[in-house]
């Protein structure tokens, strides 16, 4: 859906990178309107992202991984891959460029998870905007902001 919207922004060419075939193969079918301007790679996005070259820059990335933990004892473990993940990422953003970082891990809580995201991207990147959840989430009680969307804008 996210391919999609990034067409309707005026995006030209939109790489998305999915571990379930499925999943692209449904974004393919219902979530683009030129299919020429988009790419689906099925992979493991740990794997992937290490092998790109230094080269391959983007003017927007954006980072929408499922809910990483249950419990409260995988939470370390959940922060390690954000980093690992976000330092990947830092390196392929254009000057001036952006990464949306989303999180919908609830034992991450909007504090941890905006320090986890800004120590991993590092002094280049600022956050420009912390979205809260839209309408169609209504946040009536605490367990139920979860959702957490950043943009983080890469210094000229
Ligand atoms: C919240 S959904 C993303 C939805 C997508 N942004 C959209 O608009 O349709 C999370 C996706 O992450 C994928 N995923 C989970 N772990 C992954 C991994 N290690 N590498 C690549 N994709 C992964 C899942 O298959 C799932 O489709």
Partial sequence: MLGRSAELA???SITEVDQSARALAFA???????AAKHHYIVADVFDWLPGLADAELYDLVIVD????????QQIPTVLAAYRK???AV????????????ACCTSRVERPLFERT???????GFSLERDLPPEPDHP??????DYLKVGIWRRAR
């Fill in 10 to 12: 005026g995006a030209t």
């Fill in 28 to 34: 393919s079918a219902h979530h683009s309107g030129d």
């Fill in 65 to 72: 991984p499922p809910s990483m933990a249950s419990k409260q």
């Fill in 85 to 87: 993940l976000y330092r």
């Fill in 90 to 101: 830092a390196r392929h953003v254009v000057p001036g460029g952006a990464v949306v970082a």
């Fill in 117 to 123: 995201v800004r120590e991993a991207l590092g002094p």
């Fill in 139 to 144: 946040v009536g009680f605490a367990q139920a």
